[in-house]
């Protein structure tokens, strides 16, 4: 029989964790380095708090990729505007 107890545990966490806001995440992820920095916890501890961490990073990293993504695109069709603006504004002379 296998323990899939385990893997619904880490699924739930998972989107616990997309549901996270960058902020909350970034916050939570600064807590969980300071308290694996700190010591003091067990094995079976710290590696609960490791796996926190890089649950909570990905988060931060979809955030951040999102942001960036966004960026892009603004800047693109920033310089899509200007492009036309150029071409109009030639025609017309």
């Known amino acids: 029989m296998?323990?899939?107890?385990?893997?619904?545990d880490t699924a739930d966490r998972e989107s616990g964790s997309?549901?996270?806001?960058y902020e909350q995440a970034r916050d939570e992820l600064v807590d969980v380095v300071r308290r694996l920095e700190a010591g003091g916890a067990t094995l079976e501890e710290s590696l609960?708090?490791?796996e926190r961490g890089?649950?909570?990073?990905?988060?931060?990293?979809?955030?951040?990729?999102?942001?960036?993504?966004?960026?892009?695109?603004?800047?693109?069709?920033?310089?899509?505007?200007?492009?036309?603006?150029d071409v109009t504004g030639a025609a017309q002379e």
Do not use: F, H, N, Q
Not at 54 to 76: I, S, Y
């Open 54 to 85: 890089e649950e909570l990073a990905k988060v931060c990293r979809r955030w951040l990729e999102g942001a960036r993504a966004r960026l892009d695109a603004a800047l693109a069709a920033e310089e899509d505007d200007e492009e036309t603006e």
């Open 48 to 50: 609960a708090l490791w």
């Open 2 to 8: 296998a323990d899939t107890a385990g893997t619904t």
């Open 18 to 21: 997309a549901a996270l806001g």
